[in-house]
């Protein structure tokens, strides 16, 4: 697929079994650079306090993933504090490019989680960070790696 003069891969997502959409995720240059990139150097921190925790709970990982695949994702407050669902990233690869616009166009996010009945995904290797805030203003991350065959 072309998107001007650039090739991209699909990120075609569906909601409750039918096409709701596709989204442009990164070009494969893009998406090799980001999987050739060294590592992040990134400062040690202690966790906040009851900051709520992220749970991927599908696909389930480690293991293999194939596409298309459901993605449900689970948030974790620590009472009395709730999710900012308006919170939610997600930043793709080595170079955090910031998906979450393209992930909302199809996935509704509440303050349970996220949920997509099927994702389809290019095969290789992907890198997700996802991001969420709680109402007392306590940051949580989850990194999520895993690779599609």
Request: proline fraction near 10%.
């Amino acid at each position: 697929m072309r998107f001007g003069s650039k090739p991209f891969w699909v990120l075609a997502l569906t909601v409750n079994g039918a096409l709701a959409q596709s989204a442009y995720l990164v070009s494969p240059a893009e998406m090799q650079a980001s999987m050739a990139a060294p590592p992040r150097l990134s400062a040690k921190a202690v966790p906040v306090k009851d900051a709520p925790a992220i749970q991927v709970t599908a696909p389930v990982l480690p293991g293999p993933v194939k596409s298309p695949t459901p993605i449900t994702v689970k948030f974790l407050p620590t009472a009395p504090s709730n999710i900012k669902p308006e919170s939610f990233r997600v930043l793709y690869g080595s170079f955090e490019i910031d998906i979450t616009k393209r992930l909302l166009n199809v996935a509704k996010v509440t303050e349970q989680g996220v949920q997509v009945s099927e994702a389809a995904l290019p095969s290789g290797k992907h890198k997700l960070l996802l991001e969420v805030e709680d109402t007392a203003g306590r940051k949580a991350s989850r990194l999520v790696e895993f690779e599609v065959n």
